[in-house]
């Protein structure tokens, strides 16, 4: 029997809890999220322990029609001191100007580049002309460089064109929007030179009008689309791991991601691959406000990662104590950046980049899943006693460590306690069982204390699929906290996105391809709890249960509808039937369904495929006693008024 008596009073609950962790992994940002469609633009690419890339890496050099060319990689005069790499191209013998002969070259972006018929596409350069030399000696730079830009297809075809000329000593920005007469997903990028001579390039772009809400150097629709259409609360961001970047003195710079982009100073990051840092803190705050999720971006705590060996013992390298007020400048910095006015010296800089209005920050990250030495807690102290000095509306969120028990865990939350913080991010990575086997967990949690964050969580299966399994798993977990709402203020999966050949990390919620996006069946999950979460949780009871049985409903309400979620998770091979008692109903009222199931536990939706494991909708009567089934492994969502 499920019982609801809905006269009762509820209690209040987060209605904020279901939101997002964004962290370029998996090439979440370039190749991903964000929509520029060329690789390495700026010829800062490097080799590393995991990539033999180079400054080279995905252009070619074009030679057509008999030309002859060369290209180097310069140094000497960068367009911005943090971009230091950038290209001479030169064409050293032509045979004849009034052909197609050219030297130039090309690029076929992330994989592929995939161009729709009739879309705008804006191609932009810097570029200057580079002196006659003894190779070139020809060349006359009384007379611009006529160069053309072109979107070619796999076949050579053109599908679109520009002319431009490059004049001049000086770096200058050219831009062409390029129109394709014809669709095609194996597009590529091209750039010739017409004479005899050279140029300078760099920061080369491509990038669509079509992007998600239209913004300049914005975000690929589909995929914006689809974490919008999970309805988040909030959006934590840039990680993870990454934001402690490679050591102490190379955390994540957040006023390295603002501003003209040839100046953002890529980056290798801690998942083995470059950063442009295109997606930088103005396009979150600003997808932020477009989604309608609260920003919740998350600092290094002046030490970094336990796990990059940096120094002996459990890797963690600290900022030194001497460098901590700086340190701690910059992470104020971003406050006032944030919510300050226009004429502030940081409000300015947002401003300027198009918002004068504050972007309303109210919560910030301190710290992530990092072992909790005395270093770190000195330094998280200094940083969050600066930020309640000076913004003491800021919500400062710390860190429990990496795991969901074990001795990180302890100290972090006795330290978290013992020292006031109002918020602890919990981070696990766990079977599907957990879930089940956890749904007390956060009943037992002292309500006097810090309130939790549920920064990282998902079911790992042995073979890391996103199995229906899983998806059903987490919604157990997502009942249990709703019920602790008052305890429980956000919940975010984890990872987000993951690009199909480019994954360091699985499960992952959405994958995509240059074309495509695939949600898995956990985001549907998530998208139910996103859609159909309340600001009141009402006591939902279960009895005549056989023990173990996994089975477990949550009741919230939402007051701007007025209306009713009843959820129901059946983690059982079988189905279950209940009679839901539901005191105060009245009398009989039409609900909206929604189910979420699939043919099996271990079903997962395939790449190009309908997906099996998808919510279907309809209604049914509810009267105060109704006889229901609950599918073998299902989520459902009952949704009415009374
Ligand atoms: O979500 C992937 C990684 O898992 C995050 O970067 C880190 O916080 C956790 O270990």
Redesign the pocket.
């Known amino acids: 029997t499920l019982s609801v008596d809905l006269d009762a009073p509820g209690k209040a609950i987060s209605p904020d809890l279901l939101g997002i962790?964004y962290?370029d992994?998996n090439y979440a940002a370039d190749g991903g999220l964000y929509a520029e469609l060329l690789q390495n633009r700026s010829f800062e690419y490097r080799a590393s322990e995991r990539s033999s890339w180079t400054n080279f890496t995905a252009w070619q050099l074009e030679q057509r029609g008999g030309a002859e060319g060369r290209w180097e990689l310069g140094d000497a005069r960068p367009v911005h001191p943090r971009n230091p790499h950038y290209l001479h191209l030169r064409t050293t013998a032509l045979p004849d100007e009034s052909t197609d002969a050219a030297v130039g070259i090309s690029n076929a972006g992330f994989d592929q580049i995939p161009v729709t018929a009739g879309d705008a596409y804006e191609a932009s350069f810097f570029a200057y002309q580079t002196y006659n030399g003894i190779m070139w000696r020809d060349a006359d730079q009384s007379v611009p460089m006529p160069v053309t830009v072109r979107l070619e297809a796999a076949d050579g075809t053109v599908l679109a064109e520009q002319s431009l000329e490059i004049t001049g000593r000086a770096w200058t920005k050219y831009a062409a929007t390029l129109t394709p007469t014809r669709s095609d997903d194996h597009a590529r990028f091209v750039l010739l030179m017409h004479r005899l001579g050279g140029v300078a390039l760099d920061m080369i772009s491509l990038m669509p009008h079509d992007t998600f809400k239209g913004r300049p150097n914005g975000l690929r629709r589909d995929l914006a689309q689809a974490i919008a259409d999970l309805h988040p609360k909030f959006m934590r961001f840039p990680?993870?791991?990454?934001v402690h970047g490679q050591g102490a003195h190379r955390f994540y710079d957040w006023k390295n991601t603002l501003g003209p982009l040839e100046g953002r100073e890529s980056a290798r990051n801690l998942w083995g691959y470059d950063q442009t840092f295109g997606l930088g803190y103005f396009e979150f705050f600003q997808f932020c406000e477009d989604i309608g999720a609260k920003p919740l971006p998350v600092v290094a705590a002046g030490v970094s990662c336990q796990h990059s060996g940096h120094s002996p013992g459990r890797g963690q390298e600290c900022l030194p104590l001497e460098e901590m007020p700086a340190y701690i400048q910059d992470v104020l910095d971003l406050i006032e950046w944030a919510n300050g006015p226009a004429d502030s010296t940081w409000g300015a800089l947002r401003a300027a980049a198009g918002h004068p209005e504050p972007f309303g920050l109210t919560y910030l990250g301190v710290g992530?899943?990092d072992a909790i030495t005395p270093e770190f807690e000195a330094r998280f102290t200094l940083i969050r006693d600066a930020i309640n000095a000076r913004y003491p509306d800021i919500v400062v969120i710390g860190t429990s460590g990496?795991f969901a028990s074990g001795e990180d865990y302890e100290k972090g939350w006795a330290f978290a306690r013992a020292t006031d913080v109002a918020m602890v991010d919990e981070?696990y990575?766990v079977p599907p069982a957990f879930f089940w086997d956890n749904q007390q967990r956060y009943d037992a949690y002292d309500r006097d204390g810090p309130l939790v964050y549920l920064g990282?969580y998902a079911a790992h299966e042995p073979n890391r699929r996103n199995t229906l399994r899983s998806a059903i798993a987490e919604a157990a977990g997502l009942i249990s906290y709703e019920r602790n709402g008052d305890l429980v203020r956000f919940a975010s999966y984890?990872?987000l996105l993951a690009r199909r050949g480019h994954t360091q990390?699985h499960p992952d919620m959405i994958y995509f391809d240059a074309t495509q996006v695939y949600p898995s069946a956990n985001y549907y999950t998530q998208q139910l709890f996103g859609h159909h979460g309340g600001d009141t949780y009402h006591t939902t009871t279960l009895e005549g249960l056989a023990t173990d049985t996994r089975l477990v409903a949550g009741t919230v309400s939402d007051s701007t509808t007025g209306d009713i979620i009843l959820k129901i998770v059946n983690g059982e091979a079988e189905p279950q039937t209940v009679d839901l008692q539901l005191a105060g109903l009245g009398g009989p009222t039409t609900a909206t369904r929604i189910l979420l199931t699939g043919p099996a536990a271990d079903a997962v939706n395939e790449d190009g495929e309908p997906p099996v494991i998808a919510p279907a909708t309809d209604t049914l009567t509810l009267s105060p006693t109704t006889t229901y089934t609950a599918p073998a492994h299902s989520l459902t969502v009952l949704r009415f008024s009374r």
Not at 239 to 242: D, E, F, S, T
Request: charged share 20%.
């Open positions: 962790f962290e992994l990680g993870g791991c990454l992530n899943e990496p981070h990575y990282e984890a990872p990390w």
